[in-house]
């Protein structure tokens, strides 16, 4: 079935440092991938997305390429923020399911001034 | 700030109360979504409505009802939960049911059975 692998954390950086969160899937044909992220507090945002092969999804200084070769969609910025410290989800979309999310557990990431 | 809006924020209840979460969206999506979140793990997926009709229940305990009375509106019922039902209550929505579309959450309900 459908799975998602994240690396697991915390991962703790000092600000400006360069920052990756590993994610890999496994799934039938061609899922849509999305990194979300959770904040102390509240509910899931939508970080970015990428719906097909060699799309990559940008926002707020994060990326993330869809690999198929690699079944890998792993998170990227290149200099966090303290601001950024909160806990990030990777997922696919289940295409035959409602769009049925399966989620990652989830890496903490801690970022110190 | 979220589109998708939930009430309350916190609930406290006995494991005898009935109460309501409610959930509310209105960027015209047609699909929506419970989910229940434990600390420091994935929310996981309880009911979907596809077009206000159930579509999944992911074997739910009948303890929790879910309703939706119209395209915007989400509600789950409770009554008679137990210490273990407390969590976070996530509400979600995505404007069609079968596109490969994201997923929009609100902020959730926090829930204590005491």
């Known amino acids: 079935g459908n799975s998602v692998t994240q690396m697991e954390g915390p991962v703790t950086l000092s600000e400006e440092a360069f920052l990756t969160i590993n994610c890999t899937y496994t799934a039938t044909g061609y899922p849509s991938l999305f990194w979300y992220v959770q904040y102390p507090g509240e509910g899931l945002q939508l970080l970015l997305k990428?719906?097909?092969?060699?799309d990559k999804g940008s926002n707020k200084g994060f990326e993330a390429t869809y690999r198929k070769e690699t079944t890998s969609f792993h998170l990227e910025k290149g200099s966090v923020q303290v601001s950024d410290s909160a806990v990030y989800f990777c997922?696919?979309?289940?295409?035959?399911?409602?769009?049925?999310?399966?989620f990652g557990a989830g890496t903490r990431l801690a970022v110190h001034p | 700030d979220t589109e998708v809006t939930q009430t309350p924020k916190h609930l406290v209840m006995g494991m005898t109360n009935k109460k309501s979460l409610k959930c509310e969206q209105h960027?015209?999506?047609?699909?929506m979504y419970w989910y229940k979140q434990k600390a420091k793990k994935p929310p996981e997926l309880m009911f979907v409505?596809?077009?206000?009709?159930?579509?999944i229940n992911e074997s739910v305990p009948s303890r929790f009802s879910p309703e939706c009375p119209n395209s915007s509106l989400l509600n789950l019922h409770l009554h008679a939960l137990q210490p273990e039902d407390s969590a976070l209550y996530l509400c979600?929505?995505?404007?069609?049911?079968?596109?490969?579309?994201?997923?929009?959450f609100g902020d959730g309900t926090r829930l204590s059975i005491l």
């Open positions: 409505y596809s077009y206000e009709k159930l579509s």
């Open positions: 997922a696919l979309c289940d295409l035959r399911g409602y769009n049925k999310l399966i």
């Open positions: 979600a929505s995505s404007q069609d049911p079968g596109a490969g579309q994201p997923q929009h």
């Open positions: 960027m015209g999506h047609r699909a």
């Open positions: 990428a719906t097909k092969a060699d």
